[in-house]
């Protein structure tokens, strides 16, 4: 059993020396940055700092004294090497965070974060905490259980302004989530500018689901996403989902249906009549469609990762399938980018090797969920974990809340709703059999947006459970302590009060005001 302190998600090992005098942030505080980009870190940790106490915290060269913060990047510092891994000391002598590297480092401040005093959240100088901005005396060792960690969100259905978006990168990061999965197209909508196919947002997106209007990001607003993003070392991945789901694709370039008829533009949440053409007289017209969209894509995108979608093609022949997902999934790795495909995508034996598949079947498989996941596998490639009944968190909440806006917001779908527990009392690598500790890259929660029209609606579907799903993929495997998660979740909904995020106060978890 790990004693996990106070933080989220529970570090891999956590001495809180609770009689030692604690580290108190002064005016005269400093940061101390060593080493290759700890000095970028060390500013955004700063920024926050700075509006929050209105203290001038410089980032400075030279030796820490007892006042100040030691940010440091080397070589040997993390626990076992681990990429993402840090190492924290706080006490009455300083406080040090050191890490391998900057992204190391970056999480390790997420735990400096959370030690503070919730009041560190707010954008506005406030008056000082009773106790001042003190953190505990603590030592901290940490790495993360899984590489690939993160939330995905459907702009397909609903679409949000970019600096909801931004808030969100923020939101999410402080839980140590390092994927936004943007999951940018559907029957409903295409929200992403493609420029040699314009028609694709210029009709594409011109609807969402419920007669909400349309909107798309161009490739300028995308590109300040990723920047946000990358300045948390967040990676963004971006889902063009094909064959199936292409209703306003197909809206828009009636070329790349069947039978050259553009289908009306859809504002339903029904899906699986959309597909695209397998039939030798659209190959020229798809194929460059596929080339284009995801070097366009891939062009916006530093991150390894493309994700191709490939669920729910319930429109198109098996054979029709085969055919599309390995021309879907070549076009993809072309980019030089690693394909990732829902688990449907592991039907066909012809993927790029290293492929990664998404699971969103239940923690129980059904029919043939498990067979596609494995083939991911056998063929190189490794599997991110999204079972629905746990990890869908547009599925209702238990108690059936009214949301920010009055409305019951919410699938049923995935074995009915999902509670806090449900979300945190499961474990990645024992769903699949053959896909263990190795094979998993992953968690991932969705939030996909059929009864969801706006960022606060997302907040408070995901906020508390997605503490779980973060904790999930980041905390040792081994016993999990619910009554200790619930009361750090509680902390964890101080600094999420203090940020302005949307936070449904689950009976069961003691809040404090
Ligand atoms: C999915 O929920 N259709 C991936």
């Given at each position: 059993?790990?004693?996990?302190?106070?933080?989220?998600?529970?570090?891999?090992?956590?001495?809180?020396?609770?009689?030692?005098?604690?580290?108190?942030?002064?005016?005269?505080?400093?940061?101390?940055?060593?080493?290759?980009?700890?000095?970028?870190?060390?500013?955004?940790?700063?920024?926050?700092?700075?509006?929050?106490?209105?203290?001038?915290?410089?980032?400075?060269?030279?030796?820490?004294?007892?006042?100040?913060?030691?940010?440091?990047?080397?070589?040997?510092?993390?626990?076992?090497?681990?990429?993402?891994?840090?190492?924290?000391?706080?006490?009455?002598?300083?406080?040090?965070?050191?890490?391998?590297?900057?992204?190391?480092?970056?999480?390790?401040?997420?735990?400096?974060?959370?030690?503070?005093?919730?009041?560190?959240?707010?954008?506005?100088?406030?008056?000082?905490?009773?106790?001042?901005?003190?953190?505990?005396?603590?030592?901290?060792?940490?790495?993360?259980?899984?590489?690939?960690?993160?939330?995905?969100?459907?702009?397909?259905?609903?679409?949000?302004?970019?600096?909801?978006?931004?808030?969100?990168?923020?939101?999410?990061?402080?839980?140590?989530?390092?994927?936004?999965?943007?999951?940018?197209?559907?029957?409903?909508?295409?929200?992403?500018?493609?420029?040699?196919?314009?028609?694709?947002?210029?009709?594409?997106?011109?609807?969402?689901?419920?007669?909400?209007?349309?909107?798309?990001?161009?490739?300028?607003?995308?590109?300040?996403?990723?920047?946000?993003?990358?300045?948390?070392?967040?990676?963004?991945?971006?889902?063009?989902?094909?064959?199936?789901?292409?209703?306003?694709?197909?809206?828009?370039?009636?070329?790349?249906?069947?039978?050259?008829?553009?289908?009306?533009?859809?504002?339903?949440?029904?899906?699986?009549?959309?597909?695209?053409?397998?039939?030798?007289?659209?190959?020229?017209?798809?194929?460059?469609?596929?080339?284009?969209?995801?070097?366009?894509?891939?062009?916006?995108?530093?991150?390894?990762?493309?994700?191709?979608?490939?669920?729910?093609?319930?429109?198109?022949?098996?054979?029709d399938y085969l055919d599309l997902v390995r021309r879907i999934a070549a076009a993809g790795a072309a980019t030089g980018k690693t394909v990732i495909g829902w688990h449907e995508m592991g039907a066909s034996t012809e993927l790029p090797p290293g492929t990664v598949g998404q699971?969103?079947?239940?923690?129980?498989?059904?029919?043939?969920?498990?067979?596609?996941?494995?083939?991911?596998?056998?063929?190189?490639?490794?599997?991110?974990?999204?079972?629905?009944?746990?990890?869908?968190?547009?599925?209702?909440?238990?108690?059936?809340?009214?949301?920010?806006?009055?409305?019951?917001?919410?699938?049923?779908?995935?074995?009915?709703?999902?509670?806090?527990?449900?979300?945190?009392?499961?474990?990645?690598?024992?769903?699949?059999?053959?896909?263990?500790?190795?094979?998993?890259?992953?968690?991932?929660?969705?939030?996909?947006?059929?009864?969801?029209?706006?960022?606060?609606?997302?907040?408070?579907?995901?906020?508390?459970?997605?503490?779980?799903?973060?904790?999930?993929?980041?905390?040792?495997?081994?016993?999990?302590?619910?009554?200790?998660?619930?009361?750090?979740?509680?902390?964890?909904?101080?600094?999420?009060?203090?940020?302005?995020?949307?936070?449904?106060?689950?009976?069961?978890?003691?809040?404090?005001?």
């Amino acid at each position: 059993m790990f004693v996990p302190g106070r933080i989220v998600p529970a570090p891999a090992v956590v001495e809180s020396h609770d009689d030692a005098t604690p580290f108190r942030l002064a005016e005269e505080s400093r940061i101390v940055a060593r080493g290759p980009g700890a000095a970028a870190v060390a500013e955004t940790f700063a920024a926050r700092v700075r509006a929050a106490t209105g203290f001038e915290l410089p980032v400075v060269d030279g030796e820490p004294a007892a006042s100040d913060l030691a940010f440091v990047v080397a070589d040997g510092e993390a626990p076992a090497g681990a990429a993402e891994g840090y190492a924290l000391e706080a006490g009455d002598g300083g406080v040090r965070v050191a890490a391998d590297t900057a992204e190391g480092l970056f999480r390790g401040t997420q735990s400096l974060r959370q030690l503070l005093p919730a009041e560190i959240e707010r954008a506005d100088a406030a008056s000082a905490p009773t106790h001042g901005w003190t953190v505990p005396a603590t030592s901290i060792a940490d790495a993360p259980r899984f590489a690939y960690r993160g939330v995905m969100l459907d702009v397909a259905r609903h679409v949000f302004p970019v600096e909801d978006v931004l808030d969100l990168i923020d939101r999410i990061a402080l839980l140590k989530l390092n994927v936004l999965h943007l999951h940018l197209t559907d029957d409903q909508g295409w929200r992403l500018e493609i420029e040699s196919w314009p028609a694709l947002t210029r009709i594409g997106a011109s609807t969402s689901v419920g007669g909400a209007g349309g909107g798309f990001y161009t490739k300028d607003d995308y590109r300040r996403i990723v920047a946000h993003a990358a300045e948390r070392f967040v990676t963004i991945v971006p889902e063009i989902d094909l064959p199936g789901h292409t209703n306003a694709a197909l809206s828009a370039y009636p070329e790349l249906t069947c039978d050259g008829v553009a289908p009306a533009p859809y504002e339903g949440v029904e899906v699986g009549f959309s597909s695209l053409c397998a039939s030798p007289e659209r190959a020229e017209a798809t194929d460059r469609f596929l080339a284009d969209v995801t070097r366009e894509v891939a062009e916006l995108t530093p991150g390894p990762w493309l994700h191709l979608g490939g669920d729910e093609s319930l429109a198109t022949s098996a054979e029709d399938y085969l055919d599309l997902v390995r021309r879907i999934a070549a076009a993809g790795a072309a980019t030089g980018k690693t394909v990732i495909g829902w688990h449907e995508m592991g039907a066909s034996t012809e993927l790029p090797p290293g492929t990664v598949g998404q699971y969103w079947s239940f923690v129980e498989p059904e029919a043939d969920a498990a067979a596609l996941t494995r083939s991911f596998v056998e063929q190189g490639g490794r599997v991110i974990m999204s079972p629905a009944d746990v990890a869908y968190l547009d599925m209702r909440y238990a108690d059936d809340p009214p949301g920010p806006l009055g409305r019951r917001l919410g699938q049923g779908w995935a074995k009915g709703p999902t509670t806090l527990e449900e979300a945190y009392l499961w474990d990645p690598a024992s769903i699949v059999p053959g896909v263990g500790e190795r094979e998993v890259l992953g968690v991932v929660a969705p939030v996909w947006t059929e009864t969801i029209t706006a960022m606060s609606e997302v907040e408070f579907m995901l906020f508390p459970r997605v503490a779980a799903i973060a904790e999930v993929g980041w905390s040792p495997a081994g016993p999990r302590d619910v009554d200790g998660f619930v009361d750090r979740v509680a902390a964890l909904g101080r600094h999420l009060d203090a940020l302005g995020a949307e936070v449904h106060r689950l009976r069961g978890v003691p809040w404090r005001a």
